[in-house]
């Protein structure tokens, strides 16, 4: 899968992205909100791009596709997650330099129709938690609606969630 904004390119990871991953993911936003996806060293970046990589024409694990700038800086990844339940989640990060340019709604709006339509399904999870206000904005600009405020599960433990479904 390969997409194109006006800005910026969505692509499979290549190895040559590994210390971008790894650079992108120390940033005190996912350190906060993902700490799941942090990647400490080059090394624990290595193996989970290596894992991604095997993903890609499969639909039992993670879809998870690099954000670059036309300029080709990798600034992050948007990312669609089977759930247990029998649906996707979305996901995405753009590295905090990267924030406040409009680029993680850009990069949601391209990629959901088209992974959507890839995978078959008609509708997407989308679930951050309650103090992360700029990730219910992207949910928000991007067409999802609010489904749930309140106590759910969220990396691992309960905490206060806004869950949002986008329909095709």
């Known amino acids: 899968m390969k997409t ?3 800005r910026l390119i969505i692509t499979e990871f290549t190895e040559d992205m590994i210390e971008a991953v790894h650079l992108n993911s120390l940033d005190e936003d ?3 909100f993902v700490p799941d996806e942090v990647f400490e060293t080059i090394e624990d970046a290595r193996e989970t791009v290596e ?3 095997t993903q890609y024409g499969k639909f039992e694990g993670p879809l998870v596709y690099a954000v670059l700038t036309k300029e080709g ?3 992050g990844y948007v990312q669609m997650v089977p759930l247990d339940n029998g649906n996707w989640e979305l996901g995405y990060h753009i590295a905090k330099k990267y924030t406040g340019k409009g680029y993680a709604t850009e990069a949601v709006k391209a990629f959901l129709p088209v ?3 890839e995978i078959g399904i008609s509708e997407v999870e989308g679930i951050c938690l309650a103090e992360n206000a ?3 904005k992207v949910m928000e600009k991007c067409g999802f609606e609010n ?3 309140g ?5 691992g433990g309960q905490r206060e969630i806004v869950k949002n479904i986008w329909r095709v």
């Open 147 to 149: 489904v749930f405020i």
């Open 151 to 155: 106590k759910g599960n969220y990396q």
């Open 51 to 53: 894992f991604l990589m």
């Open 115 to 117: 992974m959507a339509k």
């Open 134 to 136: 700029a990730s219910e």
């Open 4 to 6: 194109e904004t006006e």
């Open 73 to 75: 800086d990798n600034i």
């Open 30 to 32: 996912n350190r906060r």
